[in-house]
């Protein structure tokens, strides 16, 4: 199914945040004054109380079904920005941390030339240079490279004779330099994508709230609607009492389907004792499943109509369809809903700038909401394919001050294997 088959077939999920378009659209638009049964029977007696109340019933269906369709479009459109926003925070992470290492290489590299520079100088003037020059050279250390190659820079002998060592000196110095600069503006534009992400995660969350809230009040109420219109164009002897009755019965067998679908839910996640069992540091394996797919770079896969990127900012374990998926730890859950290309999605805040993502959640397979807390090993969810997957598995992250990190090895220093 893709992402807008998700989002039409009404089964998001979904759970409360921040605004998105305005508070206005986001609040529930459809209240209405229902008529009870009462009401239908009363207007079964009279024709044109009778035309009255199927118009209003209609009126009334029409109003719910358009509030959903309205407000999955805004949920849709939100869950889209905040993937979007997401994945480009997570791009110039890297991106910043790339910078930084190669600044960090060339400093080194250029700290190293400048020794060379000045233990050749040192030599030159051992070995008959101007003995007043090498004492001033000589007369106090250097504080840093620049220190010293400004020093050199004034040694005509040196210039002279090892003009290229100076200069190599010099050409790595700029470099490291350049390369410190550029990555102070990365991680500038790192800081403001993610205060970006993080907004369109709150604007998602409360859209997606507004969704479910729309899809709850649907299916409250338009069972009973479409009964009560149902009655009132009956022209056979079907009594009232016989129209309550099925709506009772589909109550009944909704509530069953339900109870069925978590005590599946149950058994599968007591089969998956790999996954969630809790370690002495704190810590739960995700779940039972298989690793099937690495952190960091990748080739890009294509399929079912997308492709896969080309950087991985999780693992994928695989423990099959409706598989248990756990909490990794203790903490806050600060989104829950659907994320662009991870679908049904999951993110859990454990506090001290720690966090952990859950992706590709099956429909309806959310056990946790918005704002609820979870302990480390608690079944949160189940594996789906939802988003971009190619198969049912939990796509896992780790963060730390919101960054992605290699939850393998993350995880390997708090006891757990994956």
Wanted: proline share 1%; aromatic share 6%; hydrophobic share 40%.
């Amino acid at each position: 199914m893709t992402r807008r088959g998700v989002l039409g077939a009404g089964v998001l999920g979904l759970v409360a945040g921040s605004s998105i378009v305005g508070a206005a659209r986001l609040l529930p638009a459809f209240a209405a004054d229902y008529p009870s049964w009462d009401d239908v029977q009363a207007a079964k007696a009279n024709e044109t109380a009778k035309t009255a109340e199927i118009t209003r019933i209609q009126g009334l269906i029409q109003s719910l079904t358009s509030e959903v369709q309205r407000t999955r479009a805004v949920a849709e459109q939100a869950a889209d920005a905040f993937y979007t926003a997401q994945q480009d925070y997570f791009a110039a992470v890297q991106r910043a941390d790339a910078l930084q290492s190669q600044a960090d290489a060339e400093a080194e590299a250029a700290a190293e030339a400048s020794d060379r520079a000045g233990r050749l100088a040192a030599q030159l003037y051992r070995n008959g240079g101007d003995d007043t020059a090498l004492e001033l050279f000589l007369s106090g250390s250097a504080a840093n490279a620049d220190d010293l190659l400004a020093r050199l820079g004034t040694m005509d002998k040196l210039l002279e004779r090892n003009q290229g060592v100076y200069a190599a000196a010099l050409t790595a110095r700029n470099a490291a330099q350049g390369l410190s600069d550029q990555a102070a503006v990365a991680r500038d534009e790192r800081d403001r994508l993610q205060q970006l992400a993080e907004q369109k995660m709150r604007e998602s969350q409360q859209a997606a709230d507004a969704a479910q809230t729309a899809l709850d009040t649907q299916t409250l109420h338009l069972g009973e609607l479409e009964a009560q219109l149902a009655a009132l164009q009956d022209t056979t002897a079907r009594t009232i009492a016989d129209y309550q009755a099925g709506v009772e019965a589909a109550r009944l067998a909704e509530e069953q389907r339900k109870a069925a679908e978590r005590a599946e839910a149950a058994r599968r996640a007591a089969e998956g004792s790999a996954g969630g069992g809790v370690v002495s540091s704190g810590w739960a394996r995700p779940t039972s499943g298989r690793r099937t797919s690495g952190f960091g770079p990748r080739s890009s896969q294509c399929g079912n109509g997308y492709c896969s990127t080309s950087y991985h900012y999780g693992v994928d374990l695989s423990g099959g369809c409706s598989a248990g998926i756990y909490a990794a730890a203790a903490g806050t859950v600060v989104y829950a809903g659907y994320n662009g290309g991870y679908g049904n999605y999951i993110k859990i805040d454990h506090g001290g700038g720690i966090g952990t993502g859950y992706a590709h959640i099956r429909n309806g397979g959310f056990f946790v909401g918005y704002g609820q807390r979870v302990n480390a090993g608690d079944l949160i969810g189940s594996e789906g394919n939802t988003g971009n997957a190619f198969g049912c598995n939990l796509h896992f992250e780790a963060y730390v001050n919101g960054a992605p990190v290699n939850p393998i090895d993350f995880l390997a220093a708090r006891g757990i294997s994956i």
